[in-house]
């Protein structure tokens, strides 16, 4: 054997020493951590750990397969392509490097949302990479570079990377992700005619192929969001659906889309393609139309901005009329465009801009008047579900090039319709869902150039609605009627955003469309159209409550039910001691977390839920100055696929302080069934004779053993719990 090839004297350096039995220890541990990878719990601060998987797996993968090509080209003892020494060195740095992007990569697993069979080969395939790199570098003097072993060792090492890469790639972005770019799909080269195109088959799905499909598919579904059919997107994912007109912001789509870009729940994600303004525009105008899967592109106005996004991707089959007035400077564009208002240009080499505004919250009559540098390019105008007042058109009047105005479901009530005589351009007006009345809509036969008007669902009785669609001049949209197919009100709205009412807070309910009688309950029992409450001025509550309500109306169907739950809180906690810690996956802030005011949703990665499995949840709550109590009440959590389970029982302690404690209440809450809804927030009162109180202290016992039905059946539940309520 040529004396290059043999070990030195000094076989390892010091520093590959360390190198190697670090690299040997991990591979050790690892082992270990898969024999009892069901007991194993990430920590916090090691979840760091996994999510540095991407930014190392790279550098194991580039130097073992350099190192393995290298092997293949030595042909004999000789060659003077082979440098001993170096290949040495490089072979262990890959073999160091394999091990680390195995571990971090083995704790990022233990993390949600990724396709399990998939995950299990990508899983196995790095390990196996790792183990065969640290073996082959502790034998490589008997694996010469120019015998066949080695040459087979290194084309199989060679396999394993490139399936290893391609199965991480899969996990990551999407099926098929390394060969993608060699298919040429027929989708994407396929431009259907305008005239025969859909809104969302060519238009929104491909958006979503492009931006979204890489984490939300059956490979891996990011918070269990499957988005590839449309029954998986309507459905939506563990934080509920993905859209909702209800909301000032249309619901969870387009809030995380809205969300800065630092933000961890902006989506898509930082790194990933983001999506453009016009593709924003398209999302929240398709849902704000009611999110049709059927809809055609040729169905909607040329002013509507769907179309106008149609004609930019698959080509005009509509005559985009000419305009005589200059392009507004792009610098002043760009500076009025907000996160919840959007100008963009009718098409790419248009002067005139059309104005979405987004979130009913946020709007404030401002937002408007801000737009006149803007007045002499802007021709559409879409303002649904804006609180807009009557005193705002004589701003919106201000507005000499507008065509299009859409005011559906705002707040105005007709009193200064007159004010719109002043658009002496404006073709297309929409009114439904308010209340304005016939006379004010006679006013409108002033405006030459009007043509259509929608108004539907207003203040408008249907002879009128009759007796203004024989109107020659202007066609007057009333919508559909029939004496056979009755349609249902879509439910009345609970405008308070906040769970938790203190002081003189109340509870308000509304509708859209006007004339329509809201009923409601508070004992959780469903509304009907006789006995129920009627609404008819903001809801005082004492206690705990849940709040259902309903819409009815002549000539409809009543809606289904709006519902949500209210906590009663009368006592600010001064301070909390948590006698047992949380879990480390489920910190939330600790002590602060019970009293701060703060609800989670009903997503257990919220980070706002304490977690507890292996002990009990036991907390003191302290009053500087001793209250008058009668009830306490947990805000818990059920998610039954998540293993949260309620507690077994439940103890309310209290006194004047921690050594001067007597049992309140026990509290046996009722396990699920198989049968029982998946997810919901708990709340568990203890009532017990009103008593002055300085100390409360509170235990909640875990499910020992989840029951036979459950997937997990054995194991030990979880119990969440994010605020404590004193009354």
Request: proline share 5%; aromatic share 10%; glycine share 6%.
């Amino acid at each position: 054997m040529d004396s290059t090839l043999k070990p030195s004297r000094h076989f390892f350096s010091d520093w590959k020493k360390l190198v190697y039995n670090l690299a040997f220890f991990l591979n050790g541990l690892l082992i270990f951590l898969l024999v009892f990878e069901n007991r194993f719990v990430v920590p916090i601060w090691m979840q760091a750990v996994g999510r540095m998987h991407p930014l190392v797996l790279h550098f194991p993968l580039v130097v073992l397969m350099l190192y393995a090509f290298w092997t293949l080209i030595v042909e004999k003892q000789e060659s003077s392509r082979w440098n001993a020494s170096l290949a040495e060195t490089l072979f262990l740095i890959g073999t160091f490097t394999a091990v680390i992007a195995a571990f971090s990569g083995f704790i990022l697993s233990q993390e949600e949302g990724y396709e399990a069979e998939t995950l299990f080969l990508h899983k196995w395939l790095g390990i196996g990479i790792s183990l065969v790199s640290i073996i082959w570098y502790s034998l490589r003097a008997y694996f010469l570079p120019w015998k066949i072993p080695s040459k087979l060792l290194a084309s199989s090492l060679i396999m394993l990377l490139l399936i290893g890469g391609h199965l991480g790639g899969n996990l990551t972005h999407g099926e098929d992700f390394l060969i993608s770019p060699l298919q040429i799909s027929t989708e994407t080269i396929r431009k259907v005619p305008i005239e025969q195109a859909k809104v969302y088959d060519d238009l929104v799905q491909p958006v979503l192929q492009q931006k979204c499909y890489s984490c939300h598919n059956a490979e891996k579904s990011k918070g269990n969001l499957q988005m590839q059919t449309r029954e998986l997107l309507a459905k939506g994912g563990k934080n509920g659906i993905l859209w909702d007109t209800t909301k000032a912001d249309l619901g969870l789509l387009l809030n995380r889309v809205h969300l800065p870009l630092d933000d961890k729940k902006h989506m898509p994600p930082r790194g990933k393609v983001q999506l453009t303004d016009e593709e924003i525009v398209l999302l929240a105008a398709w849902i704000k139309a009611g999110s049709s899967f059927d809809q055609m592109v040729s169905s909607l106005s040329p002013q509507n901005p769907v179309y106008t996004y149609a004609e930019n991707i698959l080509g005009g089959g509509r005559t985009e009329e000419e305009y005589d007035f200059s392009a507004a400077d792009a610098d002043k564009i760009k500076e009025l465009n907000t996160t919840y208002r959007l100008i963009k240009p009718l098409s790419a080499e248009s002067p005139a801009l059309f104005v979405n505004f987004y979130n009913r919250a946020n709007f404030k009559s401002e937002d408007i008047a801000a737009l006149l540098p803007l007045k002499q390019q802007i021709v559409s105008m879409d303002l649904s579900k804006m609180p807009v007042k009557d005193q705002d058109l004589k701003t919106l009047a201000q507005f000499p090039e507008l065509r299009k105005l859409i005011l559906n479901f705002t707040d105005i009530q007709g009193s200064t319709l007159a004010e719109l005589k002043k658009l002496v351009k404006l073709r297309e007006l929409s009114l439904s869902g308010t209340p304005v009345k016939m006379t004010q809509i006679k006013t409108l036969k002033e405006i030459p150039s009007l043509k259509k008007v929608y108004v539907w669902s207003t203040g408008i009785s249907t002879e009128e609605l009759a007796q203004l669609k024989k109107e020659k001049k202007i066609s007057f949209e009333t919508g559909f009627r029939s004496d056979t197919l009755i349609l249902a009100l879509n439910p009345p709205i609970i405008e308070n955003e906040d769970q938790i009412i203190s002081g003189n807070t109340t509870i308000r309910l509304k509708h859209q469309i006007p004339g329509t009688t809201i009923r409601y309950t508070d004992d959780g029992t469903e509304p009907d159209s006789s006995t129920s409450l009627i609404y008819n001025k903001p809801i005082s509550i004492v206690k705990n409550t849940k709040i259902t309500a309903k819409a009815f109306k002549n000539g409809w169907y009543g809606s289904k039910q709006a519902d949500k739950f209210f906590f009663r809180s009368t006592y600010h906690i001064d301070s909390v001691r948590l006698i047992t810690t949380p879990d480390p996956k489920y910190p939330a802030q600790r002590d602060v977390t019970i009293a701060n005011g703060i609800k989670s949703d009903n997503s257990n990665s919220s980070g706002k839920w304490l977690g507890y499995r292996d002990k009990d949840f036991q907390a003191y709550l302290l009053f500087k100055k001793p209250v008058k109590a009668r009830s306490v009440t947990l805000s818990m959590l059920r998610n039954v696929g998540g293993y949260i389970f309620p507690p077994v029982r439940v103890e309310v302690w209290g006194g004047k302080d921690e050594k001067n404690l007597k049992l309140l209440k026990v509290i046996t809450p009722q396990m699920p069934v198989k049968a029982t809804e998946n997810v919901e927030n708990l709340s568990i009162e203890a009532d017990f004779p009103l008593q002055e109180l300085s100390c409360i202290k509170l235990i909640a016992k875990p499910l020992a053993k989840l029951p036979a039905w459950h997937p997990g059946k054995g194991e030990k539940a979880w119990v969440f719990v994010d605020e404590v309520f004193v009354n």
